[in-house]
């Protein structure tokens, strides 16, 4: 069996988790990691796992058939993504939701050029949360779609936070109201604010004489990630961060609350949760089964940018369509 080939573009939490959610993967391997650092400082998972400059990236294109894009939202893939997708299929989890449409249409221009495919967004959310969103809308028309998360460490506002000025370190964590979700269980479909919904509960070392007053307001203001939020900031020390808060758990839910039938009375309820020891592991794991994705349109003659909407589900799967019919449908 060929097996698809994998780069790495960034190693931090979510790359090393896509170095481990490939050993999993029997039809893919890795490559190499590519970095900004210098290579010989980055050490991976596994010894063989070669680690190379970004810079060489472009020299390799004959050799990685699908390139997973693992820098931030907030910075990094604004550029990498759309000069990637000129040289390599490629899979990222960008994650600003209210900038989406507008780096879809970066990426598919580059990848169009290159006759490469670009699958954007893919994660949980945006990723597998929008897919539920979008399936239990279209089954229960008439009714509200709510989403929560958490609670759990966000590594795209966690991110976020440590490009401000004067922050050495940081961790936000994202927490249901629980007097919210009550409500939207029940059944009410009540008309919920932003604010109303979550909580995000942030956890930061400054750097010696920085000023924590404008940290705590850059951060509150933040549009897009913080401003529409009841927002918590807490200095702590780097002991602190590494004794409380190292792990990286998250999940959260969607609910579909709607009506069936003539007459109203009968309500439907549909729930998709996810609890997760992990949140860069699992959401290396979804990366992964889209980088299976990419690699098969790619090879059917497709191009262009993706979202996880317009991928077919058994595209996702290493079996094949009578297995997957055999065993899962």
């Known amino acids: 069996m060929q097996k698809i080939r994998i780069g790495i573009v960034g190693y931090g939490n979510l790359g090393r988790g896509v170095e481990l959610a490939l050993a999993k993967c029997p039809d893919m391997e890795l490559a190499g990691i590519f970095t900004r650092r210098p290579p010989e400082s980055v050490k991976p998972a596994f010894s063989q796992t070669k680690v190379l400059h970004i810079d060489d990236a472009a020299g390799m294109k004959d050799l990685i058939d699908v390139m997973i894009l693992c820098g931030g939202s907030a910075k990094d893939l604004p550029e990498q993504g759309p000069y990637f997708a000129k040289l390599f299929n490629t899979v990222d989890s960008f994650d600003t939701h209210a900038k989406i449409p507008e780096y879809y249409k970066k990426v598919n221009e580059s990848a169009r050029q290159s006759g490469k495919i670009s699958i954007i967004s893919v994660g949980w959310d945006p990723g597998l949360f929008s897919i539920n969103r979008l399936m239990t809308e279209a089954i229960l028309p008439d009714g509200q779609t709510y989403t929560f998360w958490g609670k759990g460490v966000s590594q795209g506002h966690s991110d976020a936070i440590r490009r401000i000025e004067g922050v050495k370190d940081a961790k936000q964590y994202t927490i249901p109201i629980e007097e919210a979700v009550e409500k939207v269980r029940s059944g009410s479909n009540p008309r919920l604010t932003t604010r109303e919904k979550h909580l995000r509960d942030c956890y930061v070392v400054a750097e010696e004489g920085a000023d924590k007053e404008r940290i705590e307001r850059e951060i509150k203001t933040m549009p897009n990630y913080f401003a ?63 980088a299976r994705a990419a690699w098969r349109l790619n090879q059917e003659g497709g191009s262009g940018a993706r979202t996880v909407f317009d991928i077919p589900p058994a595209y996702l799967s290493p079996k094949s369509g009578e297995e997957l019919r055999s065993e899962l449908l």
């Open 228 to 290: 529409d939020y009841e927002t918590r900031v807490t200095f702590i020390t780097e002991e602190e961060m590494k004794r409380d808060h190292s792990a990286m758990p998250h999940g959260g839910f969607v609910i579909r609350s709607g009506k069936t039938g003539n007459n109203e009375e009968n309500t439907s309820i549909i729930e998709f949760s996810l609890k997760l020891d992990s949140n860069p592991e699992f959401t290396a794991s979804v990366l992964a089964a889209y």
